[in-house]
């Protein structure tokens, strides 16, 4: 048998990635292996170009502020959601602090603005203000109705609307575009340079086996077509939207039972200059669909290796695929017995997002420019062009009750005796990778008495 390691990670995206540091930190002399399909790191969800690269902190998303029947609004999932983020931005500049991160390489502070249109959309944005502002992390957020403002927090926006038309916006200055791909790079370079952390690109994860005590990973080296196993105590299923397959292969026994809904994704971009140059902001609409996050339109400011670049979308399409170089067949292979009247359920009880993807799924590329138009009525079809995205896996959820949930946030699934977690789902995904990986730490490591001097290492880490 090979030598038992320390941890095996799968997948190299920014999860992985963040849990990798975070161990490295605590422990420098645990061996860590992380496999990954591809040749390249980051390359599915966490690439530059296949996420919006919003820093989500809740300023700007109206998905995470719903009204409620009684036309209050609930903030809740902002105020946690900016807790989170906070927690990203400590630790990456503690490692910025550390050399291991280029911080303004990487992460860029660009107002965050939502912009509605319409009376009701109004009032319901004012009182969402009125209630963040009074917490320290919104204090600067300003509300603007009128039409000169406007125009300059969002000239493109405002250039050619109807005069009479309502339009109202928030804007807070502090929000921040983040380069998630870089992050994963230029943690892993550094990793790499550590003789006990091994990357191996183009390994494939195929099975993954519990022997009581530790567990055996399969493992597929694609460039010499061999398989071989590495046994490992503790293991991270890191793999974005396969996660689920791998886990099924696992088959821990869980008092939950998971499905999952893939969905790809579209932006228009332009590359036209004198556009670009005109709006410098995330600005983020109402949710088309029941607060789904998919269904935010935004019109972003993305700067990637030091270039300026103007996302609008993200559009959704109906896929099999779990992930852009994943097969057609993920999606009919996740379907099992145990979890067919799941989907069937969930299906039913979700027709509208069925029928919302259908119908994004049919959009060609001028009725995306007319939902463009919406918010940027001066719009030059020839200035976009669209370019293909990351893509999602919405989980599904049955438990002992058989109550069905959709669920668009994350969910950390792990065996009975802790030794294998998992993260499935997408979103808020990479902005709260931090305090992801923190969470994964606590379910597998907090029964051992060495758990509390890492809390005390990591304290110091995230408050310095
Ligand atoms: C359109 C879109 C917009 C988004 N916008 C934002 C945003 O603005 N802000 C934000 O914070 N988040 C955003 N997200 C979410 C965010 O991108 C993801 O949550 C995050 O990148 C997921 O990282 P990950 O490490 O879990 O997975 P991934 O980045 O998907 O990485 C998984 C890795 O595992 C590898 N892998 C898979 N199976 C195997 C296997 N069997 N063996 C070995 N390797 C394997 C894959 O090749 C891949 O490299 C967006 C996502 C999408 C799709």
Redesign the pocket.
Known sequence: MSKLVDIVL????????SLAMLIHILEPEWVIHM????PN???????VW???????AGYCELNYTPKLPNNDVNILNALKINKLFNISIKFWSFLAKNNILNYHNVIHNIPHISFVIGNNNANFLYKRFNKLVKYTSFNNMQYSDKFNELSKWIPLIMDGRNKSQKVAATKIINGTD?N?SEITKQILTFLRKKNNFHLHLK????NIINKNYYWDIYIKNNSFNYTYITPTKYVFI??????L??LQKANIINKNNYAGFPIS?Q?LLSTNCNIINQHWAKVYGTTINNYIPISTPHMDTRIINGKKFLLF??FAILSTKF?R?GSYLDWFKSIKINNIKLILKTGINNIHLIRYLLNQSLMSKSNKINLLKYYYPKVNPNDWNIVN????VQIMKSNSNNHNELIFG?EIVYSSNHSLTA?LG????????VSLALKLLKIMFRKYDFYQSWENKLKLILLS
Do not use: M, W
């Not at 496999?35 to 591809?38: A, F, R, S, T």
């Not at 995205?389 to 999602?392: H, I, K, N, P, S």
């Not at 997408?426 to 990778?433: E, L, M």
């Open positions: 799968v997948g190299s995206g920014i999860i992985s990635t496999y990954e399909k591809l790191v980051a390359c599915e969800s966490t690439n296949h996420n919006s690269g919003t820093g989500h983040v998630f390994h494939d994860v195929i890191g793999c974005g939207g396969a996660t397959l791998l994704s932006f979308g993200p992930l170089n995205a990351g893509q999602r994350n993260v997408a979103s808020p995904g990479a902005s709260t990778s």
